[in-house]
């Protein structure tokens, strides 16, 4: 039985775990993700009830229950560095013994649903539609810091893309991995489905020409006319790719449903979204009823 030292498995004065300061028993199985702590506030109207608050740095937790049905929702900042933090620490919460240091005997499985923000490559996909990330591509190199075998991620289609793509060395092999089908089936009939690309930051990554010029000056027109079972990459964010990633290595299920706000081949932009945001957390928390 592995035992973990105090300086792996990081825990805070209370017992919880360092960053989400969550144990197993404040945390559901049906878990709702998304970037800005702000936006959690949006449960305690749509929550009968709350068990369980807790605020530490970029990560703001609400449990409580929708329906009856127990659900968390929890904030993870921005960016595949705070996924690895998350997803490492939910898992630990459902399937570690924090008090023995060890691994349960039993394999809780989580269902974890990202719902964001993120930006369209095509125009027929507009600012205001819901696009559902039935893969991943990883341009952020987090699942290469993990051991794993091929099959456990969706290496074929990374060959593909990377032969696609012709990135450049330095950028390192990106990865794909695949979302929950039975989760998506859950959501078709109000999402678009694709493939979303997820990138190591908001600016030069996906291709954004501020004061520095990208590597790739044709990096979303390369994205957009990439194709895997039958599907096109859709769209580009920050966090999926990692979700996805570690939830598969994990044994855990993960959907995003990522709510367009900016079209990058029309050049538009949604301002205001949030009355749009409430109703698709609303619509998520139904499908998992």
């Not at 809780?108 to 991943?136: C, D, F, K, M, Q």
């Not at 979303?220 to 570690?246: P, R």
């Amino acid at each position: 039985m592995q035992n973990f030292k105090s300086s792996e498995l990081v825990l805070a004065p209370n017992g919880s775990l360092y960053h989400i300061n969550m144990t197993g028993r404040e945390l559901a199985d049906n878990i709702i993700l998304m970037g800005d702590p702000s936006r959690v506030n949006m449960f305690k109207d749509i929550f009968e009830n709350i068990e369980f608050e807790s605020i530490n740095r970029e990560i703001h937790t609400l449990t409580g229950r929708y329906h009856g049905q127990r659900f968390t929702a929890l904030s993870t900042g921005m960016g595949c560095d705070n996924i690895d933090i998350i997803m490492t620490e939910l898992d630990a919460a459902a399937n570690i013994d924090l008090a023995h240091r060890s691994v349960n005997a039993s394999h809780r499985t989580l269902n974890l649903v990202r719902v964001g923000t993120s930006g369209s490559l095509h125009s027929e996909i507009p600012v205001g539609s819901l696009v559902a990330s039935a893969y991943a591509i990883g341009l952020d190199g987090l699942l290469n810091w993990y051991r794993h075998d091929d099959s456990q991620l969706e290496e074929p289609m990374a060959q593909s893309f990377a032969a696609h793509m012709q990135l450049p060395q330095r950028i390192g092999h990106p990865y794909c991995a695949k979302g929950s089908a039975e989760l998506l089936h859950r959501v078709e009939n109000f999402t678009v489905k694709g493939i979303t690309a997820t990138a190591p930051g908001f600016y030069g990554p996906q291709g954004r020409y501020i004061r520095l010029a990208p590597a790739i000056d044709d990096l979303n027109e390369k994205l957009a006319t990439f194709h895997w079972d039958g599907l096109k990459v859709t769209n580009l964010e920050m966090e999926t790719s990692a979700i996805y990633g570690m939830s598969s290595l994990l044994g855990h299920n993960a959907l995003t449903v990522c709510l367009i706000i900016a079209n990058r081949a029309d050049g538009t932009f949604l301002n205001d979204y949030h009355g749009q945001m409430h109703d698709t957390l609303v619509k998520i928390m139904e499908s998992l009823l």
